[in-house]
Structures are given as structure tokens and as C-alpha cells.
T-cell receptor, first 111, second 113 residues
């Protein structure tokens, strides 16, 4: 059962524009959500996170929005840069240790 | 600061052989996780340790897989005997008990022929 879903396998965006990556989850017991970025031949690197008690968290060009009623979160990157081209994984946690990952979305930022 | 270290980075072996993957977590981190990434199943948790003790091994696919953490700075994931369907990228990650964020190593790409 896929508890965390990223339904868009890929996304292409022009440099300078906004990138919006989406993630849906089914388990209402998840209490923390994270986004990771992964370049080829490297491990995933932590990008930004949000607790279930918040609906928005911002860090520089990256903002994560959480809609608990819809069980949906999104990552906004503004402005997008070519170096942002990578695979983005959404992950969810319950009680802080085990992470459940989505399948990932490939982001391509065109210059 | 050194991140999570994994070795080898690439491993090619023949079916039936024993494979041992190694991981050194970030110093001071008391949680260690082993993940496997495949095209079909994505990134899935195999097992995790807290203070060197295995806490949850429900993701270990079968008895051919075993993991140990003899001390706070070293862990191994062993596959014996290996099969072609074990071909994947295996990641190790670590974290402290105070945070949710896990820090990943560069992974070991395993190919079983």
C-alpha cells in the first residue's frame, strides 16, 4: 500500500519561474513531513520539513505547504534555478523514526 | 564534518555469493537506518537501529538478509546468498533522537549477475 504518493513522475520548469511539487498521503497519523532532493549517484539530502501542527514552513527559496484536511503537501521553489534539477522525494513520519517515502518527482529546470 | 560513509560504492557479484555492505554513521548519531532503492519499489526501509540495537526489521525481505551494528560507528548489511533480484542501490542513513531528519550516505550500487 502506497501511503505516500507523488503522482507526477516529472516536471519541467523555466528558470526563474515557480516549481510546485505535490505529494499526497493516506495515513492521518503521520505527524511530520519532509522533502529530500537527490542528484544522480548521490544519497538523498534533506531540504525542508513541516510539522503537522503547522500549515507552512519557509526556508529561503523553498516553502512547504501542508493541507491536513486534504492530506496533501506541496513544495514551492521560487525562483527555480538550473541547479535545482534533481529528483525530489516527499517523506512522512509517525513518531519520528521510520520515514515512508514517495516515488519521487524528477524536476528539470530549463535555462 | 564527515557525513555518512558507505563502502563499497559499487559491488558486482555473481548469484550465490555473499555480499557485505558497510556503513559508518555520523558521529553522535544514535539512530542508523538501512534503505533499498529499486525502480519497482522506490526507497524502502529495511531495518533501523537505536543505540546499536535493532528496533524494527520488518522491512528485511527475507532470511538471506541480515544486519548488525557491533558499535556506534559501524554497521553491516549482509546478503547470503545473493540473487539477481537483490540488485539495487542500498543507502545507509543516520540521525539523532532529537530530530526527524535523516542524513543519507552516497549509497552502494549492487549488481548481482
Amino acid at each position: 500500500d502506497q501511503q505516500v504518493k507523488q503522482n507526477s513522475p516529472s516536471l519541467s520548469v523555466q528558470e526563474g519561474r515557480i516549481s510546485i511539487l505535490n505529494c499526497d498521503y493516506t495515513n492521518s497519523m503521520f505527524d511530520y513531513f519532509l522533502w529530500y532532493k537527490k542528484y544522480p549517484a548521490e544519497g538523498p539530502t534533506f531540504l525542508i520539513s513541516i510539522s503537522s501542527i503547522k500549515d507552512k514552513n519557509e526556508d529561503g527559496r523553498f516553502t512547504v505547504f501542508l493541507n491536513k484536511s486534504a492530506k496533501h503537501l506541496s513544495l514551492h521553489i521560487v525562483p527555480s534555478q538550473p541547479g535545482d534539477s534533481a529528483v525530489y522525494f516527499c517523506a512522512a513520519s509517525r513518531w519520528g523514526n521510520k520515514l515512508v517515502f514517495g516515488a519521487g518527482t524528477i524536476l528539470r529546470v530549463k535555462s | 564534518d564527515a557525513g555518512v560513509i558507505q563502502s563499497p560504492r559499487h559491488e558486482v557479484t555473481e548469484m550465490g555469493q555473499e555480499v557485505t555492505l558497510r556503513c559508518k554513521p555520523i558521529s553522535g548519531h544514535d539512530y542508523l537506518f538501512w534503505y533499498r532503492q529499486t525502480m519497482m519499489r522506490g526507497l524502502e526501509l529495511l531495518i533501523y537501529f537505536n543505540n546499536n540495537v535493532p528496533i524494527d526489521d520488518s522491512g528485511m525481505p527475507e532470511d538471506r538478509f541480515s544486519a548488525k551494528m557491533p558499535n556506534a560507528s559501524f554497521s553491516t548489511l549482509k546478503i547470503q546468498p545473493s540473487e539477481p533480484r537483490d540488485s539495487a542501490v542500498y543507502f545507509c542513513a543516520s540521525k539523532t533522537g532529537r530530530t526527524y531528519e535523516q542524513y543519507f550516505g552516497p549509497g552502494t550500487r549492487l549488481t548481482v549477475t
